[in-house]
Structures are given as C-alpha cells and as structure tokens.
Nanobody, 124 residues
Framework: QVQLVESGGGLVQAGGSLRLSCAAS????????MGWFRQAPGKEREFVAA????????AHADSVKGRFTISRDNGKNTVYLQMNSLKPEDTAVYYC?????????????????WGQGAQVTVSS
C-alpha cells in the first residue's frame, strides 16, 4: 500500500497561483498512474488531472485545461499540480490518488490509494 500526503494548499486571491505536492511513501510510485481530484462542499468528488507512470501521457479536466498542469518527479516519489489563474470556483479539498491498475486513470474507481486532502480556497 502507498501512503500519499498532500501539501501546498492555502488561501489565495482570484488570479493567483498555488502548487500542490503529493509525496508518496511505503513503496515507489514510479510504476503508478497518479491523479488529482477535488471535492467542493456539497458536491461529488471530481476528476482534475492524471498522469501516466512515465509522465509521458497526461489528461486534464476541461474546467482546468490551460490553467492547471500535472507533473511528476519519480526520483522524488512526488506528483505536483501547478494551479494558475485560480478562480473562486476552484475552491475545494484537493486529493492525490494512485493507481496500480491503469495506464492513465480518470475515474475514481480506477484508483487504489488516496491522500487525506489539501484545502484550497480562492477568494474573489
């Protein structure tokens, strides 16, 4: 099992930037597909971005395309989510997840391991 810990969340004004990090421990995630999801109050957890084990393939939700970028550093066992041009509607708890079963996973059911989440709040 992989333990995932998110960091880098916080409060930012609209138009600002944040970078989330997801540090993995317990085993290497260099062969895992990784992803980010988010959940706003009263809403379902939704897909944000995913990256293949090598980093060669990526997917981003339409709502964040052009503003957010997922990346990974397998040497550091860490995945990142760079968030630019943040909007109030991006406010949510952001979760990192790992999948040992899929090449590029974009649905919750494909993921086996989840972090505890990091709060991102964007003020208008």
């Amino acid at each position: 099992q992989v333990q995932l810990v998110e960091s880098g969340g916080g409060l930012v004004q609209a138009g600002g930037s944040l970078r989330l990090s997801c540090a993995a421990s317990g085993r290497t995630v260099s062969t895992y597909a990784m992803g980010w999801f988010r959940q706003a109050p009263g809403k379902e957890r939704e897909f944000v971005a995913a990256i293949s084990w090598s980093g060669g393939s990526k997917a981003h939700a339409d709502s964040v395309k052009g503003r957010f970028t997922i990346s990974r550093d397998n040497g550091k066992n860490t995945v990142y989510l760079q968030m630019n041009s943040l909007k109030p509607e991006d406010t949510a708890v952001y979760y990192c997840a790992g999948s040992g079963r899929s090449f590029l996973a974009i649905t919750k059911s494909e993921y086996d391991d989840w972090g505890q989440g990091a709060q991102v709040t964007v003020s208008s």
